[in-house]
């Protein structure tokens, strides 16, 4: 018995679409996809992200991530850098392999776990000092753990002035990975602090100082 195909008269049997069609089909998905940009991919609601993001992390709000991040790859510092080394090598060496090690480790993996984790664009550019991805960002990086790490060196050595005297050779609070990660944190985010207060009253003032759109229906 032959088969039937499909036409007019019988509409129930559908027509096995060709090689040539199927490789016209593949070609137009993989089209769409590499010309897909923000003015033509469709909007997704909260409630379909939520399907496909890990529910216990999403009740987490951002900054108490941010912050857990940042203190504990901080303190994880102290401990393979200046516990691990700190019998080989001492004094102002340590302390430049500690914060040359901080900077590099901030900029190539700590921001990048920011920018992996985010929901929204540029969501956890506040909590970096420089959230460009940029090859001067590992050198501004590198700098700028050398002065946390000098503070935080200070600032240990004021604490063990302060309860044994300026004469005393006894260390009274010794570094460990808890309190250096402590101190790490507050002084980077003082320097954040400042640094998106900065932000806000320059486009404040540049808002400020844009000229008002004319209101063209009042005149008619």
């Not at 806000?200 to 540049?206: E, V």
Request: proline letters at 5%; charged letters at 20%; one cysteine or more.
């Amino acid at each position: 018995m032959a088969k039937k195909k499909f036409d007019n008269k019988n509409p129930q049997y559908t027509r096995t679409p060709t090689t040539a069609e199927r490789s016209d089909l593949k070609t137009d998905v993989v089209e769409k996809l590499v010309t897909a940009d923000e003015s033509n991919v469709p909007e997704v609601g909260a409630e379909e992200v939520k399907k496909y993001t890990s529910k216990g992390l999403d009740k987490i709000p951002s900054w108490i991530k941010a912050l857990f991040l940042k203190f504990w790859f901080n303190g994880a510092m102290c401990f393979f850098f200046l516990w691990g080394l700190g019998n080989v090598i001492g004094g102002w060496d340590i302390i430049l392999v500690l914060a040359l090690a901080s900077g590099a480790v901030t900029d190539l993996l700590l921001n990048n776990i920011f920018r992996f984790i985010e929901k929204s664009p540029k969501e956890y550019n506040k909590w970096m000092m420089f959230p460009q991805k940029k090859l001067w960002t590992l050198f501004a990086n590198l700098g700028y753990a050398i002065v946390l790490v000098l503070l935080v060196a200070y600032t240990y050595n004021g604490i063990n002035i302060a309860i044994n005297g300026p004469d005393s050779d006894k260390v009274a609070v010794a570094v460990e990975p808890f309190l250096y990660g402590l101190l790490y944190l507050v002084y980077d985010l003082i320097f954040i602090g400042c640094r998106n207060l900065m932000g806000k009253i320059i486009r404040d003032a540049k808002a400020k100082n844009q000229p008002k759109p004319t209101d063209t229906t009042s005149e008619q």
